[in-house]
């Protein structure tokens, strides 16, 4: 088993229950939130976690955000900056009786072998993918997308858990594994100039069905176009760096968005008709396709 501190930080949102909602909406905070971010928020039962990702009218990510169903109130954990979200939130939320709540909370991630047992006798659970349980005011999460296998988040205040040093993983160890399966990191991969539909990011993030979202339309014109032209990949080859052009010949073709800090592989972007075709940097090296996220 591996464990490592998340940073994220942590919001909690809460409203009032609104007379001139959509029926079957009944509270304005779970409209704020279903109306802005891209997964159902609406349809969560209670104590589930949902990713989600919040876009710009052209589809681009702004952030991405685990949203926990806790109740009558949402745990929001987000690589972005509390202070950031607080103010856009404030200034989108407009008249709705909508609140925020900026907590401090420790936040360790389970993962590997051993993490199920390791969740089962510490808390005396065995979760499905998705549910929440909440124990003594310490929540335990399984959340199988943070790293695209099983895992589990543990959440709250002065967590006392009976962890081993030498399983705690250095953050760039988990970057490396990060990138080795391939899951989009906010200000990388997901940015201004991508889709999140590029990333692979459907079946993780993306309601088709639940109505409209801020960025709703973007996403479902290139959706219903059929893929993309561009397709997340993994790459292997030497001396990689971040914002690199990948060519085919004398045309680019790809870029590279994040690189392993062990070196040899990286994350990037690549045209789907280009996948075949042999990859070079712009100073002739060679670089490899691995693969890519679909």
Request: contains cysteine; charged residues 30%.
């Amino acid at each position: 088993m591996h464990w490592i501190k998340i940073k994220n930080s942590k919001i909690r949102v809460y409203g009032k229950k609104g007379k001139l909602l959509p029926k079957g909406m009944a509270e304005e905070h779970t409209a704020f939130l279903h109306n802005l971010l891209s997964n159902d928020i609406k349809g969560m039962a209670n104590y589930t976690m949902t990713y989600n990702l919040w876009l710009r009218q052209n589809g681009f990510p702004i952030g991405e955000f685990y949203v926990l169903k806790l109740g009558n109130s949402y745990l929001l954990d987000t690589p972005l900056d509390r202070s950031f979200v607080l103010e856009e939130f404030s200034r989108l939320k407009l008249s709705m009786r909508v609140y925020f709540e900026a907590l401090d909370m420790d936040h360790v991630f389970v993962f590997g072998e051993g993490a199920r047992d390791f969740i089962l006798s510490s808390f005396g659970v065995e979760l499905k993918e998705g549910e929440v349980k909440e124990m003594d005011g310490v929540l335990v999460v399984r959340n199988d997308i943070r790293l695209r296998e099983e895992g589990y988040d543990i959440i709250g205040g002065n967590l006392n858990l009976n962890l081993k040093e030498g399983e705690e993983i250095k953050e760039e160890d988990f970057e490396h594994e990060r990138i080795l399966r391939m899951v989009p990191k906010l200000g990388k991969e997901l940015k201004e100039g991508f889709s999140p539909l590029e990333a692979c990011l459907l079946k993780y993030a993306i309601s088709l069905t639940k109505g409209c979202y801020v960025g709703q339309e973007a996403i479902a014109r290139v959706h219903y176009r059929g893929r993309p032209a561009r397709t997340l990949a993994l790459f292997e080859g030497e001396e990689l760096s971040e914002d690199q052009v990948i060519k085919s010949g004398e045309k680019k073709v790809g870029i590279i968005t994040s690189v392993s800090p062990k070196g040899h592989v990286a994350l990037g972007y690549i045209l789907r008709s280009s996948l075949q075709a042999p990859l070079s940097l712009e100073d002739g090296r060679e670089i490899k396709l691995i693969k890519t996220c679909d």
